[in-house]
Structure formats: structure tokens, C-alpha cells
């Protein structure tokens, strides 16, 4: 029973075009949302994060969309980069100790 | 700084053997967590410690995983008696509280049981 979903196992974008990378929780509970990017051999790091309170947190090229009602969650990056091409994860926190990650969105930007 | 360091970085073993692996995480930082990545998975969460209070174990999948921090700074995860459907990445990540805080991760510990 996944609680966190992200249903998409890869994504291609062309350089300079948005990317869009989404993810799906099932608890209405879940008031944290953190997305991580991971590089091959290396762990994941922290990108940006949003909370309950909030339906958009932007940083620079990535913004976070929180849909409450839909229990929906977005990552865009515009314009995407080459050095973006990583595996993204979302991340819920029910205000525990607790994350749940989702299986991850393999991010390929093309040059 | 320092990040959080795992060692080792890969680990081969037989099946049945017993493995340790090792987790340094940033100074300072209260909570420390371990994780598991199957292929194709996402991380899975394994145990969980804070400060001096007793570890949230329920993650571990079966007895014969087992994890100590001591001295509230490193940490070690132990599988006993190692299966093939142990192989996988082992991710440490630590952080200064544990609500609502980033987490850092290490590089990750690669086992693969043959």
C-alpha cells in the first residue's frame, strides 16, 4: 500500500523547456513535502520543500505546487538544465519523525 | 563541512555472512536515520534514532537487522546471516530535529549478497 505515488519511472526533457515532475499521496494528513534529487553513487540532497499552509514555494528554477484537495504534488524546473538529469524524489512528513518517500522520477534533460 | 559518511562504499558478501555497515553523520545533529533502496524502489525506512531516546526500530524487516548509534553519534546497522534479498543501497541521512527538518544523506553503502 503505497502512500506516496509517483507514477511516472522516467521523464525526457529538451534544454531550455520546463520539466514537470509529480507525485501523489493518499493521506490528507501528510502536512510536509520535501522533493530530493539524487546523482548516481551519491545520496540524495535536499531541493525544496513546502508546507501544508502553502500551495506554491518557489526557488530560483524550481518551484513546488501543493494541491491539497487533490492530494497532488508538482516540481517544476524551468528553464531544465543538463546538470538537472538526476532521479527526483518527493518526500510527505505527517509532522513525525517519519518521511515516506516516493519511487523516485528519473529526469533525463537533453542537450 | 563534513556530510555524513558511510563506509564502506560497496560490500560484497555470501550469503549468510554477517555484514556492518557504518555511518557517520554531521555533528551536532540529534536524529539519525537509516534507509533502504531495492532496485526500483523507493527508500524504504528502516530505524530511526533521537538524542538519547530509544530507536524507533519499526522499520527493520526482519530480526536479523540490527542498529546501534553510540555515544548519540556514529552508527552502525548490522544484518545478520545475510540473504540475496538483502542487496541493496543503504542510505544514513541525519538532520538537527526531526520535525519538519532536511534530511542529509550520505553516499550510501552498496550490498550485494551472492
Known amino acids: 500500500d503505497q502512500q506516496v505515488k509517483q507514477n511516472s519511472p522516467s521523464l525526457s526533457v529538451q534544454e531550455g523547456r520546463i520539466s514537470i515532475l509529480n507525485c501523489d499521496y493518499t493521506n490528507s494528513m501528510f502536512d510536509y513535502f520535501l522533493w530530493y534529487k539524487k546523482y548516481p553513487a551519491e545520496g540524495p540532497t535536499f531541493l525544496i520543500s513546502i508546507s501544508s499552509i502553502k500551495d506554491k514555494n518557489e526557488d530560483g528554477r524550481f518551484t513546488v505546487f501543493l494541491n491539497k484537495s487533490a492530494k497532488h504534488l508538482s516540481l517544476h524546473i524551468v528553464p531544465s538544465q543538463p546538470g538537472d538529469s538526476a532521479v527526483y524524489f518527493c518526500?510527505?512528513?505527517?509532522?513525525?519523525?517519519?518521511?515516506?518517500f516516493g519511487t523516485g522520477t528519473r529526469l533525463k534533460v537533453l542537450a | 563541512g563534513a556530510g555524513v559518511s558511510q563506509s564502506p562504499s560497496n560490500k560484497v558478501t555470501e550469503k549468510g555472512k554477517d555484514v556492518e555497515l557504518r555511518c557517520d553523520p554531521i555533528?551536532?545533529?540529534?536524529?539519525l536515520y537509516w534507509y533502504r533502496q531495492s532496485l526500483g524502489q523507493g527508500l524504504e525506512f528502516l530505524i530511526y534514532?533521537?538524542?538519547?531516546?530509544?530507536?524507533?526500530k519499526s522499520g527493520l524487516p526482519s530480526d536479523r537487522f540490527s542498529a546501534e548509534r553510540t555515544g548519540g553519534s556514529v552508527s552502525t546497522l548490522t544484518i545478520q546471516r545475510t540473504q540475496q534479498e538483502d542487496s541493496a543501497v543503504y542510505l544514513c541521512?541525519?538532520?538537527?530535529?526531526?520535525?519538519?527538518?532536511?534530511?542529509?544523506f550520505g553516499p550510501g553503502t552498496r550490498l550485494t549478497v551472492l
Open positions: 518526500a510527505v512528513n505527517s509532522g513525525t519523525y517519519k518521511y515516506i
Open positions: 555533528s551536532g545533529h540529534t536524529a
Open positions: 541521512a541525519s538532520s538537527w530535529t526531526s520535525d519538519h527538518n532536511e534530511q542529509f
Open positions: 534514532f533521537q538524542g538519547n531516546s530509544a530507536p524507533d
